[in-house]
Structure formats: structure tokens, C-alpha cells
């Protein structure tokens, strides 16, 4: 399907995986009555962006991977929006801000480029 040898080739997979270790240590100092709320939040969207990658690879179709391309869209732009809150209500130091959201906005461009190749492919096929 894809030209990579596998889903872990993928660039875009290996740069959410280290945004997904990004998350869990800046959302660590999160204070302990969000574990439940933002901090569970923002974790889950960094998690299901290399997960979705990585199922949309998996399936048979280009239709399906684009499909799950654009699930990994959205839950990074979700991501985008909970981590300024965080910054917004001080639980994230601007710094540490920063550098999450330097590397979430690669691997949104990353994604967007990896979508219109797909739909490029769905179209010529």
C-alpha cells in the first residue's frame, strides 16, 4: 500500500511518538484534581494520532488510510486547542508550550501533506 516498509517508517508515525512522550512529561506537573479532566484529555488526543497513522496504514485501502489520516487531523488540532487552555489557565510553562506545540504543528503539516498525497492517489486510481 504505502511506499514505507511499514507504518513505523512513516515519518509522520515517529515524530507523534515523540510528541505522545512530550505530552506525558509537560501534562506530569499538571495539578492532581485534572487527571480525570485535561490532563486524561490532552494525553488521549497525543496518543490517538500515532495510533490512527498507524490503524489507517494497516487497512486495505487508500480510502481507509486517508480516512484515518484525517481522524489523526483531528485529534491533533484538539490536541492544538487543550494544550493552549493549559497554557491559557498557567498548568504549562510558556516554554514548555513551546516546544510541544513547535513539534504538534510539524506533524500537522506532515499530516496534511500525507492526506492530499493519499486523496491524489484515490483520485488517480
Known amino acids: 500500500m504505502a511506499s514505507a516498509k511499514g507504518y513505523k517508517d512513516l515519518i509522520g508515525w515517529q515524530k507523534?511518538?515523540?510528541?505522545?512522550?512530550?505530552?506525558?512529561?509537560a501534562t506530569s506537573q499538571f495539578p492532581a484534581s485534572?487527571?480525570?479532566g485535561l490532563t486524561n484529555q490532552i494525553r488521549r488526543c497525543a496518543v490517538s494520532i500515532p495510533a490512527n497513522i498507524a490503524e489507517g496504514y494497516g487497512r486495505e485501502s487508500t480510502?481507509?488510510?486517508?480516512?484515518?489520516?484525517?481522524?489523526?487531523?483531528?485529534?491533533?488540532?484538539?490536541?492544538?486547542?487543550?494544550?493552549?487552555?493549559?497554557?491559557?489557565?498557567?498548568?504549562?510553562?510558556?516554554e514548555k508550550y513551546s516546544i510541544v506545540i513547535g513539534n504538534l504543528q510539524?506533524?500537522?503539516?506532515?499530516?496534511?501533506?500525507?492526506?492530499?498525497?493519499?486523496?491524489?492517489?484515490?483520485?488517480?486510481?
Open 34 to 36: 485534572e487527571i480525570y
Open 16 to 25: 507523534a511518538i515523540v510528541l505522545v512522550n512530550q505530552v506525558y512529561d
Open 63 to 94: 480510502n481507509e488510510y486517508a480516512h484515518f489520516v484525517s481522524i489523526a487531523l483531528g485529534s491533533a488540532t484538539e490536541l492544538e486547542t487543550l494544550l493552549l487552555i493549559a497554557k491559557n489557565l498557567k498548568f504549562l510553562a510558556d
Open 106 to 125: 510539524e506533524v500537522l503539516r506532515i499530516l496534511y501533506k500525507l492526506r492530499q498525497s493519499l486523496r491524489a492517489r484515490k483520485k488517480a486510481a
